[in-house]
Structure formats: structure tokens, C-alpha cells
């Protein structure tokens, strides 16, 4: 350890610990821009500089490391000075008007000018823009005139997510962020994980707004415009309005979605529960049929395909991996193609009349949504996908102040959903749900009978990459909807399921890599893989701040939606189970099943 004096403070730290780490200790705020608590520092843009005694230049402080005692003091004259002086810079560089940017009140740079005290443009302004802004992809768009060339998206796309599809080219007053060959985003490896965006600082990345269009669908009275709403959202929205990380608003939200005018308000969740049951399903007939029957064309383990920046990430880096993939649709776009197909018919609209209209935490369920295979009602399934952010901006357009709302419920029959479906929302939570599903009915007991209560703990945390493992003991009356599946399931008795969980595309090619060499996740029979650090909570659609703190927090609020449930496992849910024998008829992976709710990859 090494004692540090910051401001007059006293504060002893391991050394190596940087000075912006020891000040935060010490209860010293420090102003930071290219810094982010994810990230590796970068000590680029110097508004986090300091004095350090015996130092003749300022000191850069998220990239100082302490390992000696110092003495450092952050407010003196010539630091505020130099720190007005950066931000003159910058504002000199960034053109933009905040009235019209989509991250006015919610900028770094933006509160850094206030904080400093800016009144002027002291270096003049940038008045035409420079760049093109790009809009290629559908999902992210890039207007690089606002960028100030902090590199935290690089930093994200190469270190945190392993993507490396940003990179900075040219040198001072000629660097830019910009992509192999300076190409269009959508024609480079982006995965549209959107990772960037949450930790841009400005507005020099969004997500491609939707919100124009489904306002458009909303007031033509021809259209029944419906909505699903996924589960990271409800524990994250309340954060544009003023609430706290975590605070859950599900039921305000459902009420500001009907007073926008959504004709039916829907959980995502319902179609969480579904996907296990069709991927529970898929799990066994593979097991059975790779360990039973020695199928050599039968991969193991199985991977989890609801999270699409992943899917878009095998099929991009791994596409020799692709058969490891479960076929199941992503809860999304089952909800898409049984509201184009079942619900019209149950309502009697013309699926041609019908928008269905996802709330996400996500930009890749964009790019989901706009799959060309992601047409099975005959139509596209889902038509929009907006972000936690655009529907919060939405909201308030409609002058809305959702937490003042009376709470109303999801409306039926895809209202009713279980707490499996609420943890798909958090790192885990789908291996989770999936276990609670396999083990009730394969041993028929249940899971508390493993585990002292439905949460499977192992499963839980922010650790990059995990694995459990569940032995089955005595197999059990198997329940009717599923006995079609396979002759006989005794060769399961005693079996022990070994399953993994990965988050953040880092940790899912080590993962990847690790099966390919033969280690321990090679032996795993189901892997769960979700793009974004955290799962859905921590999504790219998410509101801004999102980070360590922020992700624990939303954590929270989803295993408590959960253990606040009154029916907890998929395979519970009835409104599932009369829709297998209402309109699937042929049950789990049968061939309904099959038509609307599996889909295939592309390498
Ligand atoms: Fe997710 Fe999913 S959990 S992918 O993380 O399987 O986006 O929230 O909606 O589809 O249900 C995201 C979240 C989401 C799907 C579900």
C-alpha cells in the first residue's frame, strides 16, 4: 500500500492505484471526459488533470499511478485554468447545436461546459459540419463532427466487447474515429451491440430513431399499433425520469404505453417463458440424441440465440460454431409471429393492420427485427424496435410523467408471464429459467428440492464467464405435452448437466475458444452467451449512464420482480400452455413450433 494526500485528504491505496481512483476514495471529484469506469484509461483527453507536488507539468490522473507517497491537489489556479482551456478546445472542435441534439441534458461535455463556467465560444465554433454522418447500418448512427476523439468507443468495441470494428486514424489535428477503411458501418463487423453509444460522452453515436414512424402508425386509426415490452427496460426507464438505478416502474410504464395510444400493451416475458420450453425441448432432443443415439452431427453444448448481438458475433467471427446454436427464435420475434398470426386471428385484424412495435434495452433487436428470415407469420414479425431511451423520449413528448402514473397490468393473453421470464433480463437468468424448467420436468420435483428455494445462486453475478452443474438423480413421471420428444428418458437418470453463462463478447470468444481447445467449457451441454456486459440490463439501448454500479442495480430490481412472482417457472405459465393447445398444436418443437418459432443462421 502507498498513502497518497489529495486536497489535504489522507488516503492509503495499493500501490498502482491511479490518482483518480485514490481521490474517489478520498471523497474528491475529480472531472473526467475520456475516462470510464469500464474501461482502461486512456489519458487522452487531460480534463482530469492535477497537480502532483515535485511534478513539474500537470498530471493526467486517471492515467498516473501512485507508487510513492505523494502530494497532489486538484483545484489549484493553473488546473482550473488548464481544464477551462481543454474544454475551449473541444467546443472549438464540436459542432452541434444541443437544442437539436438527441443527448442534450444528458452530455458530458455539455456539463463540463456548464460546470467551468463557459460562456463563450473563446476559440470560435465549428459552424459546418465536416463528416457525413452515417446512417448505413439501421442500427447506430455515427455523426463524427460531434466526436471529441475520447476513444472510449474504440476502446469498448476493441478491449470490452473484442470487436475491434472502431479504430482511430490520422494523427493531431487530422485524428479521427473511424472504421477499416473508412468504410460505412454497415459494411464493416459490427455486431450493433450498441455498447459504443452508452459510453459515448456526446452525441457522436445514437441509436437509428424509430420513434417518428411508430408516432405516425399510432395516429392512423387504420392500424392496431401493439407493444412488448422486454424485461431489462421496466428496471432501467425510470432512470429518464429522474429515479434512482433499479427503481422498477413496470406497471407506470404498461399506463404510459395505453395513454401514448398502444392498442395492446405486452410482456416480452410471456414469450421468455415460451422459449424456454422450446429450447428445453431442443436441449433434451440434443442431448438424447448426441448421447443416446451418437449422432456425430449433433453439436454439444448447445448455445443460447435470443441475444442478437451475439448471434450476430458468431456468425461473424465463429461461423463454424454455428450448429451450436439453438434454433429457437429469440423471445422478440416469437412474440412478433404469434401476434401477426394467432392473435389476429383470435381478434379477427387483418395481420396487414397489425404493428408490433418492441420495447428494448437493445440497438441489435433492430437489426434482429430486419433479419430477411424474420418473416414466418407471412409478414415481418416485428415491425419496430425501440430502445429504453426512445421510448423515454416518447413519453415525455406525450407530456408524461411516468412515475406519477397509476400502475395498470399487461393486457391478456400475452400479459401473464412468470419470474423465469423477468431474469432473461440479467446475466444468467436464462440458464436460470432454463434449469428451474428442465429439472421439474425431467425429475419431476421440484427445483427447491435441489437448491432450498427457486434461485439457482451459482448462476447469479457479473463474473465474465461461469459454469454450474446440476446431477439429476431419479427421473420422474414425465408430464404429457413433452413425452412425445424421445422413447425413453431413463438414460437421463443420474446424468449430471454441466451449463455455463458468458456476458460480453470479450468473455464469449474466450469461452469459444476454450471449447475449441478442448477446456472446461468444452464438457458444458448448454451455455448461455449475451452480448452486453450484464445481459439485457446493461444493453446498448439502455439509459446513459450505464455501468458497474448502475447494472447492480437493475440486477436488483429483476431478481426482485422475480421473487415478487406469484408463479416463478416457465413451464407454469398457463397462458403458455393453453397456446400449445390452442395453436401449437403439434406441442413443444412440433411442427407449428417449428414454423414460427425456430429460425436458422447465416454465416
Ligand atoms: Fe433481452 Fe430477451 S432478455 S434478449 O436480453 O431473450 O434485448 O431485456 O428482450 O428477445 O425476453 C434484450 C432483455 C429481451 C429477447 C427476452
Same mark, same amino acid.
Given at each position: 500500500?502507498?498513502?497518497?494526500?489529495?486536497?489535504?485528504?489522507?488516503?492509503?491505496?495499493?500501490?498502482?492505484?491511479?490518482?483518480?481512483?485514490?481521490?474517489?476514495?478520498?471523497?474528491?471529484?475529480?472531472?473526467?471526459?475520456?475516462?470510464?469506469?469500464?474501461?482502461?484509461?486512456?489519458?487522452?483527453?487531460?480534463?482530469?488533470?492535477?497537480?502532483?507536488?515535485?511534478?513539474?507539468?500537470?498530471?493526467?490522473?486517471?492515467?498516473?499511478?501512485?507508487?510513492?507517497?505523494?502530494?497532489?491537489?486538484?483545484?489549484?489556479?493553473?488546473?482550473?485554468?488548464?481544464?477551462?482551456?481543454?474544454?475551449?478546445?473541444?467546443?472549438?472542435?464540436?459542432?452541434?447545436?444541443?437544442?437539436?441534439?438527441?443527448? *442534450?441534458?444528458? =452530455?458530458?461535455?455539455?456539463?463540463? &461546459?456548464?460546470?467551468?463556467?463557459?460562456?463563450?465560444?473563446?476559440?470560435?465554433?465549428?459552424?459546418?459540419?465536416?463528416?457525413?454522418?452515417?446512417?448505413?447500418?439501421?442500427?447506430?448512427?455515427?455523426?463524427? *463532427?460531434? =466526436?471529441?476523439?475520447?476513444?472510449?468507443?474504440?476502446?469498448?468495441?476493441?478491449?470490452?466487447?473484442?470487436?475491434?470494428?472502431?479504430?482511430?486514424?490520422?494523427?493531431?489535428?487530422?485524428?479521427?474515429?473511424?472504421?477499416?477503411?473508412?468504410?460505412?458501418?454497415?459494411?464493416?463487423? =459490427?455486431?450493433?451491440?450498441?455498447?459504443?453509444?452508452?459510453?459515448?460522452?456526446?452525441?457522436?453515436?445514437?441509436?437509428?430513431?424509430?420513434?417518428?414512424?411508430?408516432?405516425?402508425?399510432?395516429?392512423?386509426?387504420?392500424?392496431?399499433?401493439?407493444?412488448? /415490452?422486454?424485461?431489462?427496460? $421496466?428496471? &432501467?426507464?425510470?432512470?429518464?425520469?429522474?429515479?434512482?438505478?433499479?427503481?422498477?416502474?413496470?406497471?407506470?410504464?404498461?399506463? &404510459?404505453?395505453?395513454?401514448?395510444?398502444?392498442?395492446?400493451?405486452?410482456?416480452?416475458?410471456?414469450?421468455?417463458?415460451?422459449?424456454?420450453?422450446?429450447?428445453?425441448?431442443?436441449?433434451?432432443?440434443?442431448?438424447?440424441?448426441?448421447?443416446?443415439?451418437?449422432?456425430?452431427?449433433?453439436?454439444?453444448?448447445?448455445?443460447?440465440?435470443?441475444?442478437?448481438?451475439?448471434?450476430?458475433?458468431?456468425?461473424?467471427?465463429?461461423?463454424?460454431?454455428?450448429?451450436?446454436?439453438?434454433?429457437?427464435?429469440?423471445?422478440?420475434?416469437?412474440?412478433?409471429?404469434?401476434?401477426?398470426?394467432?392473435?389476429?386471428?383470435?381478434? !379477427?385484424?387483418?395481420?396487414?393492420?397489425?404493428?408490433?412495435?418492441?420495447?428494448?434495452?437493445?440497438?441489435?433487436?433492430?437489426?434482429?427485427? *430486419?433479419?430477411?428470415?424474420?418473416?414466418?407469420?407471412?409478414?415481418?414479425?416485428?415491425?419496430? &424496435?425501440?430502445? /429504453?431511451?426512445?421510448?423515454?423520449?416518447?413519453?415525455?413528448?406525450?407530456?408524461?410523467?411516468?412515475?406519477?402514473?397509476?400502475?395498470?397490468?399487461?393486457?391478456?393473453?400475452?400479459?401473464?408471464?412468470?419470474?423465469?421470464?423477468?431474469?432473461?433480463?440479467?446475466?444468467?437468468?436464462?440458464?436460470?429459467?432454463?434449469?428451474?424448467?428442465?429439472?421439474?420436468?425431467?425429475?419431476?420435483?421440484?427445483?427447491?428440492?435441489?437448491?432450498?428455494?427457486?434461485?439457482?445462486?451459482?448462476?447469479?453475478?457479473?463474473?465474465?464467464?461461469?459454469?454450474?452443474?446440476?446431477?439429476?438423480?431419479?427421473?420422474?413421471?414425465?408430464?404429457?405435452?413433452?413425452?412425445?420428444?424421445?422413447?425413453?428418458? *431413463?438414460?437421463?437418470?443420474?446424468?449430471?448437466?454441466?451449463?455455463?453463462?458468458?456476458?460480453?463478447?470479450?468473455?464469449?470468444?474466450?469461452?469459444?475458444?476454450?471449447?475449441?481447445?478442448?477446456?472446461?467449457?468444452?464438457? =458444458?451441454?448448454?451455455?448461455?452467451?449475451?452480448?452486453?456486459?450484464?445481459?439485457?440490463?446493461? !444493453?446498448?439501448?439502455?439509459?446513459?449512464?450505464?455501468?458497474?454500479?448502475?447494472?447492480?442495480? $437493475?440486477?436488483?430490481?429483476?431478481?426482485?420482480?422475480?421473487?415478487?412472482?406469484?408463479?416463478?417457472?416457465?413451464?407454469?405459465?398457463?397462458?403458455?400452455?393453453?397456446?400449445?393447445?390452442?395453436?401449437?398444436?403439434?406441442?413443444?418443437?412440433?411442427?407449428?413450433?417449428?414454423?414460427?418459432?425456430? /429460425?436458422?443462421?447465416?454465416?
Amino acid at each position: 500500500p502507498v498513502t497518497a494526500t489529495i486536497d489535504g485528504v489522507e488516503v492509503t491505496v495499493p500501490t498502482g492505484t491511479t490518482i483518480l481512483a485514490a481521490a474517489e476514495k478520498a471523497g474528491v471529484r475529480i472531472p473526467t471526459l475520456c475516462h470510464h469506469a469500464d474501461l482502461s484509461p486512456a489519458g487522452v483527453c487531460r480534463v482530469c488533470v492535477v497537480e502532483v507536488e515535485g511534478s513539474r507539468a500537470l498530471q493526467a490522473s486517471c492515467a498516473y499511478p501512485i507508487t510513492h507517497p505523494i502530494k497532489v491537489n486538484t483545484t489549484t489556479k493553473a488546473v482550473r485554468k488548464a481544464r477551462r482551456h481543454i474544454i475551449d478546445l473541444m467546443l472549438a472542435n464540436h459542432h452541434g447545436d444541443c437544442f437539436t441534439c438527441k443527448r *442534450n441534458n444528458n =452530455c458530458e461535455l455539455q456539463s463540463l &461546459a456548464q460546470e467551468y463556467g463557459v460562456d463563450s465560444f473563446r476559440f470560435g465554433r465549428t459552424t459546418q459540419p465536416k463528416y457525413e454522418i452515417d446512417r448505413s447500418s439501421g442500427t447506430i448512427v455515427r455523426d463524427m *463532427n460531434k =466526436c471529441v476523439l475520447c476513444r472510449r468507443c474504440v476502446r469498448t468495441c476493441s478491449e470490452l466487447q473484442e470487436v475491434g470494428c472502431l479504430t482511430i486514424d490520422g494523427r493531431g489535428t487530422q485524428s479521427k474515429i473511424s472504421t477499416f477503411a473508412d468504410k460505412a458501418l454497415a459494411s464493416v463487423i =459490427c455486431i450493433s451491440c450498441g455498447q459504443c453509444i452508452n459510453r459515448c460522452p456526446t452525441g457522436a453515436l445514437s441509436e437509428a430513431d424509430q420513434t417518428d414512424e411508430v408516432w405516425t402508425l399510432l395516429d392512423d386509426p387504420t392500424k392496431h399499433v401493439v407493444i412488448q /415490452t422486454a424485461p431489462a427496460p $421496466r428496471a &432501467a426507464i425510470g432512470e429518464c425520469f429522474g429515479l434512482e438505478p433499479g427503481t422498477p416502474v413496470t406497471f407506470e410504464m404498461n399506463s &404510459a404505453l395505453r395513454r401514448i395510444g398502444f392498442d395492446g400493451v405486452f410482456d416480452t416475458n410471456f414469450s421468455a417463458d415460451l422459449t424456454i420450453i422450446e429450447e428445453g425441448t431442443e436441449l433434451i432432443l440434443r442431448l438424447y440424441k448426441a448421447l443416446v443415439k451418437k449422432d456425430p452431427s449433433v453439436m454439444l453444448p448447445m448455445f443460447t440465440s435470443c441475444s442478437p448481438g451475439w448471434v450476430k458475433y458468431i456468425e461473424h467471427f465463429n461461423p463454424d460454431m454455428l450448429a451450436h446454436l439453438s434454433t429457437a427464435k429469440s423471445p422478440q420475434q416469437m412474440f412478433g409471429a404469434l401476434i401477426k398470426t394467432y392473435y389476429a386471428q383470435k381478434k !379477427g385484424i387483418d395481420p396487414k393492420d397489425l404493428v408490433v412495435v418492441s420495447l428494448m434495452p437493445c440497438t441489435a433487436k433492430k437489426f434482429e427485427a *430486419n433479419r430477411p428470415e424474420m418473416v414466418s407469420s407471412g409478414y415481418r414479425d416485428v415491425d419496430y &424496435a425501440l430502445t /429504453t431511451r426512445e421510448l423515454a423520449k416518447m413519453v415525455k413528448e406525450a407530456g408524461i410523467d411516468l412515475p406519477k402514473l397509476p400502475k395498470s397490468e399487461f393486457d391478456p393473453p400475452f400479459g401473464s408471464a412468470t419470474g423465469s421470464g423477468v431474469i432473461f433480463g440479467a446475466t444468467g437468468g436464462v440458464m436460470e429459467a432454463a434449469i428451474r424448467t428442465v429439472i421439474e420436468l425431467v425429475t419431476g420435483k421440484t427445483v427447491e428440492n435441489f437448491y432450498d428455494h427457486a434461485d439457482i445462486v451459482p448462476l447469479r453475478g457479473f463474473e465474465g464467464a461461469r459454469m454450474a452443474e446440476l446431477t439429476i438423480g431419479e427421473v420422474g413421471a414425465v408430464p404429457d405435452i413433452l413425452k412425445h420428444l424421445v422413447p425413453d428418458w *431413463n438414460w437421463l437418470k443420474g446424468a449430471t448437466l454441466k451449463v455455463g453463462v458468458a456476458h460480453g463478447t470479450a468473455n464469449a470468444r474466450e469461452v469459444l475458444e476454450d471449447i475449441k481447445a478442448g477446456g472446461p467449457f468444452s464438457q =458444458c451441454h448448454f451455455i448461455e452467451f449475451m452480448a452486453c456486459p450484464g445481459g439485457c440490463l446493461g !444493453g446498448g439501448g439502455q439509459p446513459i449512464p450505464t455501468n458497474a454500479e448502475v447494472r447492480a442495480a $437493475r440486477a436488483r430490481a429483476i431478481y426482485q420482480e422475480d421473487s415478487d412472482a406469484p408463479v416463478r417457472k416457465s413451464h407454469e405459465n398457463a397462458a403458455v400452455l393453453q397456446l400449445y393447445s390452442d395453436f401449437l398444436l403439434g406441442g413443444p418443437g412440433g411442427h407449428e413450433a417449428h414454423q414460427l418459432l425456430h /429460425t436458422h443462421y447465416t454465416p
